[in-house]
Nanobody, 120 residues
Framework: QVQLAESGGGLVQAGGSLRLSCAAPQITFWRYTMGWYRQSPGKQRELVAAITPAGSTDYTGSVKGRFTISRDNAKSTVNLQMNSLKPEDTAVYYC??????????????WGQGTQVTVSS
């Protein structure tokens, strides 16, 4: 069973920073677009940021300019640097791997989630 291992969540004051990491050693990492999603109580899970194997990135509007997603294909890791955090960023953050080429097309894996809490 594929497991994505997230780390780096926690409690931070508004304006602070956190860095989330996700390790995915069990997948052919370069075949996957990696993403970070978040879900807060009563809301649907939403895409925060994604990065393709070639390094193209996409961000939801509310985090543009504050969050940066990056990946290390050699280490099979993806990171999310979160700066200038706001209380509305509070959520459980999930790592996602979406297969996009060849035999892994349409495969999709999730991490268990890591809590990020931003206090005002």
């Amino acid at each position: 069973q594929v497991q994505l291992a997230e780390s780096g969540g926690g409690l931070v004051q508004a304006g602070g920073s956190l860095r989330l990491s996700c390790a995915a050693p069990q997948i052919t990492f370069w075949r996957y677009t990696m993403g970070w999603y978040r879900q807060s109580p009563g809301k649907q899970r939403e895409l925060v940021a994604a990065i393709t194997p070639a390094g193209s990135t996409d961000y939801t509007g509310s985090v543009k300019g504050r969050f940066t997603i990056s990946r290390d294909n050699a280490k099979s890791t993806v990171n999310l640097q979160m700066n200038s955090l706001k209380p509305e960023d509070t959520a459980v953050y999930y790592c996602n791997a979406e297969g996009i080429t060849g035999p892994v097309s349409n495969l999709n894996f999730w991490g268990q989630g890591t809590q990020v809490t931003v206090s005002s």
